[in-house]
């Protein structure tokens, strides 16, 4: 069983940045490929980012890519998302998610997804 627990969320200015953090309990961390999603009002969740077991292989959605950067600590049991150069449009509630597969995560399989946090809002003011 894994629990994961998002912080960081708030509100700043277009071209501002902020840090995302989430924490996992389980001795199992390691052994999930971990991602961010990301759900705006009136719209689906979407996929933003996710980092392999190992942290050697990372994944962004086209929107993010080169503003985003996923990370992770094996050791502490933490997945980041830095944001930077952010626009009004990643306003959103962020969500952290775990699964064995990284396919599942890039794929945006929210069904199959393992486990789920309960997000951290972000808001970015024109």
């Known amino acids: 069983q894994v629990q994961l627990v998002e912080s960081g969320g708030g509100l700043v200015q277009a071209g501002g940045s902020l840090r995302l953090s989430c924490a996992a309990s389980?001795?199992?961390?390691?052994?999930?490929?971990m991602g961010w999603f990301r759900q705006a009002p009136g719209k689906e969740r979407e996929f933003v980012a996710a980092?392999?077991?190992?942290?050697?292989?990372?994944y962004y959605a086209d929107s993010v890519k080169g503003r985003f950067t996923i990370s992770r600590d094996n050791a502490k049991n933490t997945v980041d998302l830095q944001m930077n150069s952010l626009k009004p449009e990643d306003t959103a509630v962020y969500y952290c998610a775990a699964d064995t597969s990284t396919n599942t995560i890039v794929a945006g399989r929210l069904y199959d997804m393992d486990y789920w946090g309960k997000g951290t809002l972000v808001t970015v003011s024109a």
């Open positions: 980092i392999s077991w190992s942290g050697l292989r990372t």
């Open positions: 389980g001795r199992t961390f390691s052994s999930y490929s």
